[in-house]
């Protein structure tokens, strides 16, 4: 109720605002998690002899992450699926309906019935041999 009146009030959705923190907090994790590794790379490059700033290393994390989200508009890179798969054979439409559902689950329940009634069969004559 409280938060129709703010919504009703102030003009504001709520759970807008609250996906919105979350997302700002998503983005300031991801920053600081690409600043520490950033750091890690710069330190281990140091123990090799090499001079790399973390700006760099950060510049070219910040090319990489724009170079996939460019290449996944523009439609040259994109993947084609016909280009995937090879069709063997003739393509077949297969109609389902709940008629033909409903039938193979009956037929189902029968064969997983014989099976366990053909097992107690074999298992009340194995029994019979072993008494005898």
């Not at 950033?38 to 140091?46: C, G, S």
């Not at 109609?95 to 107690?120: G, Q, T, W």
């Amino acid at each position: 109720m409280l938060y129709a009146v703010i919504e009703d009030k102030l003009g504001l959705n709520v759970q807008a605002e609250y996906d919105q923190i979350g997302i700002r907090r998503a983005e300031a994790q991801r920053m600081e998690r690409e600043q520490r590794d950033a750091q890690e790379v710069v330190d281990a490059a140091k123990d090799k002899g090499k001079g790399i700033t973390v700006e760099e290393v950060l510049e070219s994390s910040s090319q990489k992450d724009q170079e996939t989200i460019n290449a996944g508009d523009n439609p040259d890179m994109s993947i084609d699926l016909s280009q995937q798969f090879t069709l063997v054979g003739s393509p077949v439409d297969v109609p389902y309906s709940i008629e033909d559902i409903k039938r193979r689950k009956e037929l189902e329940r029968r064969k997983s019935k014989s099976k366990m009634m053909v097992k107690k069969m074999t298992k009340k004559v194995m029994m019979k041999r072993i008494k005898s």
